[in-house]
């Protein structure tokens, strides 16, 4: 059975820093991309970044950019988010999620976890 | 690429047929997927490349469209689909979602 399990929610201060992992389980890890999208509480999904399989790309959105760094351990099969200079516009619950790169248009992000909330308060 | 969803929400009855347009701000060709969405859990995969059913997804919903318009389609509603539903680009970054299209019960 897929399984991607994120933890290391919580709260923390603005200015602060978290880091999120996603276990994942049930699939060949190191085959896959993998992403970070969030959600807000009562709005839309944002995806956050990408890390391709060996760690040899990665993207961000701009609003994280300088301030988030998505990694991975293929060993451990698990991704990791470490998220610096905290702001309350943060606040959101984040999700894993495998990333299918095709090659044509066929992408997707297929299989996701359950999501860790993240509150960025004082 | 911005993506625009209509409607934001919508009330329908067992049984209706919904569909719901996501329009993109440039051409994406069939660089598109929708994901449905129920409240307090993680997001579900049901089209890709605008228009292919993701394995195990009920052949009530369809998908169709290429370059900026789009559509998901439930032909016949069921209690199970009362959701939000959200379509996303993957044709450059950074990566868009559209704003949603919830689907309440009339």
């Known amino acids: 059975e897929v399984q991607l399990v994120e933890s290391g929610g919580g709260l923390v201060q603005p200015g602060g820093s978290l880091r999120l992992s996603c276990e994942a389980s049930?699939?060949?890890?190191?085959?896959?991309?993998m992403t970070w999208v969030r959600q807000a509480p009562g709005k839309g999904l944002e995806w956050v970044g990408n890390?391709?399989?060996?760690?040899?790309?990665?993207y961000y959105v701009d609003s994280v950019r300088g301030r988030f760094t998505i990694s991975r351990d293929n060993a451990k099969n698990s991704l990791f988010l470490q998220m610096n200079s905290l702001r309350a516009e943060d606040t959101a619950v984040y999700y894993c999620?495998?990333?299918?790169?095709?090659?044509?248009?066929?992408?997707?992000?297929?299989?996701w976890g359950q999501g860790t909330m993240v509150t960025v308060s004082s | 690429i911005q993506l625009t969803q209509s409607p934001s929400s919508l009330s329908a009855s067992v049984g209706d047929r919904v569909t719901i347009t996501c329009r993109a701000s440039q051409g994406i060709s069939s660089s598109l997927a929708w994901y449905q969405q129920k409240p307090g859990k993680a997001p579900k995969l049901l089209i890709y490349?605008?228009?292919t059913l993701q394995s195990g997804v009920p052949s009530r919903f369809s998908g169709s469209g290429s370059g900026t318009d789009f559509t998901l389609t439930i032909s016949s509603l069921q209690p199970e689909d009362f959701a939000t539903y959200y379509c996303q680009q993957l044709k450059s970054y950074p990566l868009t979602f559209g704003g949603g299209t919830k689907v309440e019960i009339k």
């Open positions: 890390i391709k399989q060996y760690g040899s790309e990665i």
């Open positions: 049930g699939f060949t890890f190191s085959s896959y991309w």
């Open positions: 999620a495998t990333y299918y790169v095709s090659g044509d248009y066929s992408d997707a992000f297929d299989m």
């Open positions: 490349a605008a228009s």
